[in-house]
């Protein structure tokens, strides 16, 4: 638990537990669920914005229906290890359209980079174009997903 972080009780886990598994449920949903009052509902709701146990909300979309045919993942090694150099990396790589995520990872390689995209050409322009023509760069290797798929359970600890 990270200094001046409170812990969770059963209902605050909840309520995660719900809202993990479908973030547009109501307020009015989440607390018949749970056994509160809309109004504790709510202020439990933003004690856990507050306290940066919620971070945000986001929609899951078929990237299929938006033209990404192809996802693969990206590993990265980079020739230089220092902070600036690892930050930029990911600053510059994150906004682009077919990135989806990226994590920086201990062990052989640096990055893996979740990329969707609409053929195998604008995977290899991508490749070559936003990750092997950066000098920091020294190995790359791509794997075509077959099939992705994110868990809606919490996690429990």
């Keep these: 638990m ?3 972080q409170r812990s969770l009780d059963q ?12 973030a547009s449920l109501n307020n009015k949903d989440i ?22 146990v919620i971070l945000k909300h986001r929609l899951l979309v078929d990237v299929n229906a938006l033209g990404g ?5 990206i590993s990265v090694r980079l020739s230089d290890h220092n902070r600036a150099t690892v930050d930029q990396f990911q600053q510059d790589l994150l906004p682009l359209a077919e ?9 052989e390689n640096d990055f ?13 322009d991508f490749v070559f174009n936003a990750i092997t023509a950066r000098k920091e ?17 919490l996690p429990s600890f």
């Design 2 to 4: 990270k200094k001046n």
């Design 11 to 22: 209902t605050d886990l909840q309520i995660l537990a719900l809202l993990y598994d479908d």
């Design 31 to 52: 607390a018949d669920k749970v056994g509160l009052a809309p109004s504790s509902c709510l202020e439990r709701l933003k004690r856990l914005q507050t306290d940066k």
């Design 69 to 73: 045919h192809i996802q693969a993942m």
């Design 99 to 107: 990135v989806m995520s990226i994590y920086h990872m201990g062990g």
């Design 112 to 124: 893996l980079v979740h990329v969707t995209v609409s053929d195998s050409m604008h995977l290899r």
């Design 137 to 153: 760069v020294n190995h790359v290797e791509t794997a075509l997903l077959y099939d992705h798929h994110v868990s809606a359970t």
